[in-house]
């Protein structure tokens, strides 16, 4: 087995976990402010939805004038924006009428499978409306360079820059700025938020519209730069697994781009099983590899977010990252024996691996103290 | 009230489509309920929803958010599959057979995650969601070519059919009418019966109510968040074994009962996670359903109003405040209200 097959590999799996991750960052948004989403799903739905029709209705009505790239951005706007509605209405339900959280949810889940599948129907269907292609990728001059990093982060469609850039940004500010404190003890503890003059209230409205916004993002980048086009439920459970990886990020940024990693590796993996060129024994090693090396690159970073000596030694993350990081060198070394494992089997294993990772690793992941609980003013 | 309100905001979808909302509803109307066999049709396509909604339901009041039902479900029908077509016993003895196989599947996939959040603090939400995925993977390859389960010959992923005597009698003959309602109806009455008359019930409404209290009279919140998911998850399998068994051509196919997982959550909730209205709600969600077909036929609407129009319906049944604005209503007496988010945040 060559590295350039796990290095087309990796690069895959970051544009697969894409999508997980900006939904991911939606659903921390929204519950580190204190509400829980359950309609990430919808949100992500709409904003692919309304990302194709944004850009091939614009296309259409301006007949070409612009590039196929203005007529792109366009799209991501108004997916954007749509999803940022949809996630208003979210908080007008969930926080000025205080009806549950998980209900409202449900709602927008229900709402957007069912406007998109009409539009779909009785007016993409029946007039053939096309996408207008994909973003191009953009090579990051001398960074993709660097031999095995170059390729695998720096030669990508500029959606995935912006997500590398949320990523550390929002990690940042979450948890270094006074921003981010007031979000999370909002979050955490509202009466006390509010008695030193936090605006509870606007807090949520302003945090759970701007997830909306990145869920939208997360739609859109599934039509502007994988298919070009609109298919029906096409986020087909990914809010959903975005949730988990929410959870299993543990409500940080960084945590919640590693497990959407394992996720995005597995599917991309599941690309190329079905070329029939990748050993299986090879795959099963790569991906247990991959999960270890990840789940100590999530501890070192809680370890070093404490500033304390909470958390694992840092001796055991590094004996575990160095394990992990051996294991993948030897697998690209060892010539495996030809094992069939049905694809499906080897398609299990990040759900197998997340729950053992959850029972065993990681223990307990506690959301916010005060999420899913409406807000009363006492 | 709030069924009109969500009628009326779709029609504006309707209209804009071109089609006449009067014409597309009075067509779902009569799909639902015009003809006998109509009727049956709505009953049909609620059984599963009253059983798996009672499931999600039950879960609610222990403080669990089981969001697995789809994957309790599929294994349910899968192992009803795997008994029922190689055990032909009398019908007596296998239809409850075949039954309580496919209940025990989806109890036993359940508890496990029961296990692991009581156990290891492994959150329910994630641990569920993973196991939908195995579930539909191990049994995509089950069916898949060449899958064990795989009907000989067959061109599509489908199984073989139950033997005769494993699948439920009908309540009238020549239609599809069968025994699932009443099983239906039973559990929902059994699902009353154990929350609110029970010493086990009032201990699920504890823990799900407050979980320091339930440790402090002396409750295993352990054993009982096993329990419960258990209960939760064998509620959702039977839901699939009955689809199985009820249904022609009595087997499994791919594509068979997708989202029933997703609308037994919208059938709890809209049924205020009490058995009663989820028996209500199942019945409205099976009426669009089963109405559906005839409306797209009719009216030239297309079937996906009815997911919109569901959505509405929850909106406003939740958010009775709205209705109650819009109408001028007075306001209820405050009543004893669940949150369905408890178990999520920290403890």
Redesign the interface.
């Known amino acids: 087995m060559t590295s350039i097959l796990l290095v087309s590999l990796m690069s895959l799996a970051i544009i697969k976990a894409a999508p997980l991750i900006y939904g991911a960052l939606c659903g921390l948004m929204s519950e580190r402010s204190g509400v829980?989403n359950?309609g990430i799903e919808g949100m992500m739905l709409t904003g692919a939805f309304m990302a194709f029709m944004g850009s091939a209705l614009f296309s259409k009505w301006t007949g070409g004038v612009f590039n196929p790239n203005v007529s792109l951005v366009v799209g991501l706007l108004v997916g954007i924006i749509s999803a940022a509605l949809v996630a208003g209405l979210h908080a007008i339900?969930s926080i000025h009428?205080k009806?549950?959280?998980?209900?409202?949810g449900?709602?927008?889940?229900?709402?957007a499978?069912?406007?998109t599948?009409?539009v779909?129907?009785?007016?993409i269907d029946p007039t053939h409306l096309s996408g207008v292609g994909v973003f191009p990728v953009w090579k990051i001059p001398l960074l993709s360079k660097i031999p095995i990093l170059g390729p695998i982060f720096f030669e990508h469609q500029p959606m995935i820059y912006l997500m590398f850039a949320l990523v550390l940004f929002l990690q940042y500010a979450i948890f270094n700025t006074p921003w981010g404190l007031r979000l999370r003890s909002v979050g955490?503890y509202p009466q006390a938020a509010d008695s030193v003059g936090i605006n509870v209230i606007k807090t949520r409205y302003l945090n759970v519209i701007l997830g909306g916004a990145l869920a939208g993002l997360g739609g859109a980048i599934m039509v502007l730069e994988s298919v070009g086009r609109f298919q029906k439920l096409m986020t087909s459970?990914r809010g959903?697994?975005a949730?988990?990886v929410m959870?299993?990020g543990r409500w940080s940024p960084i945590g919640a781009f590693g497990a959407a990693i394992l996720f995005g590796f597995s599917e991309a993996l599941g690309v190329r099983l079905q070329f029939g060129d990748i050993n299986h024994l090879y795959a099963l090693v790569v991906v247990a590899a991959l999960a270890v090396i990840l789940t100590s690159i999530v501890w070192g970073i809680n370890r070093l977010r404490n500033r304390s000596t909470k958390g694992k030694s840092p001796f055991l993350i590094g004996g575990i990252f160095t394990l992990g990081l051996t294991i993948l060198y030897l697998a690209n070394q060892v010539e495996f024996p030809k094992v069939s494992v049905?694809i499906?089997?080897l398609?299990?294993l990040p759900?197998?691996l997340?729950?053992i990772v959850?029972?065993?690793l990681v223990?307990?992941?506690?959301?916010?103290?005060?999420?899913?609980?409406p807000y009363e003013k006492q | 009230m709030a069924i009109f309100t969500a009628l009326l905001v779709s029609s504006i979808?309707i209209l804009l489509?071109g089609a006449s909302p009067i014409k597309a509803f009075s067509a779902l109307a009569v799909g639902a309920f015009g003809t006998r066999d109509n009727l049956i049709e709505t009953v049909v396509k609620a059984t599963p929803l009253i059983i798996a909604g009672l499931g999600v339901a039950l879960a609610f009041r222990g403080g669990l958010?089981n969001?697995g039902v789809e994957g309790q479900l599929f294994i349910g029908s899968i192992v009803a599959v795997l008994v029922g077509t190689n055990f032909d016993l009398p019908k007596i003895i296998n239809v409850p057979l075949v039954m309580l196989a496919g209940a025990l599947a989806g109890a036993l996939l359940a508890a496990f995650s029961g296990y692991?959040k009581a156990w290891?603090?492994?959150?329910e939400?994630?641990?569920t969601?993973?196991?939908n995925?195995?579930v539909l993977?191990?049994i995509?390859?089950a069916i898949?070519a060449n899958g064990p389960l795989r009907k000989p010959l067959s061109i599509v992923p489908e199984t073989r059919s139950l033997f005769e005597s494993a699948r439920l009698p009908l309540l009238i003959s020549d239609t599809r009418l069968h025994m699932g309602i009443v099983i239906a109806l039973a559990l929902a009455a059994g699902v009353y019966f154990l929350l609110f008359r029970t010493v086990l019930g009032v201990e699920i409404r504890i823990v799900g109510k407050n979980l320091h209290a339930a440790k402090y009279v002396g409750i295993n919140v352990k054993r009982n968040i096993v329990l419960t998911m258990a209960l939760s998850g064998g509620l959702a399998g039977l839901a699939g074994a009955i689809q199985v068994m009820g249904i022609p051509p009595y087997n499994f196919t791919t594509g068979f009962n997708v989202g029933y997982g997703?609308d037994s959550?919208?059938v709890a909730?809209l049924g205020s996670i009490h058995p009663v209205g989820v028996v209500f709600s199942a019945l409205l969600f099976g009426a669009m359903d089963a109405g559906a077909r005839l409306m797209q036929l009719r009216a030239k609407v297309?079937?996906?109003?009815?997911?919109?129009?569901?959505?509405?319906i929850?909106?406003f049944v939740?958010?009775n405040?709205?209705i109650r604005s819009l109408y001028h209503l007075p306001a209820p007496s405050k009543e004893d209200s669940v949150?369905?988010?408890?178990s999520?945040?920290?403890?």
Request: charged share 10%.
């Open positions: 829980v359950i339900l009428y009806i549950d959280q998980v209900i409202s449900t709602v927008i889940n229900l709402l499978v069912g406007l599948n009409y779909a129907n009785a007016y955490e459970g959903f697994i949730l988990a959870i299993f049905p499906e089997f398609g299990l759900y197998v997340t729950i959850l029972t065993g223990k307990r992941a506690v959301g916010p103290a005060a999420v899913g609980k | 979808a489509s958010f969001i692991l290891h603090g492994a959150h939400v994630i641990t969601i993973m196991m995925y195995i993977r191990i995509t390859w898949g997703f959550l919208a909730v297309p079937i996906d109003i009815i997911t919109l129009l569901q959505g509405l929850l909106m939740a958010a405040q709205i949150n369905l988010t408890q999520w945040g920290g403890e």
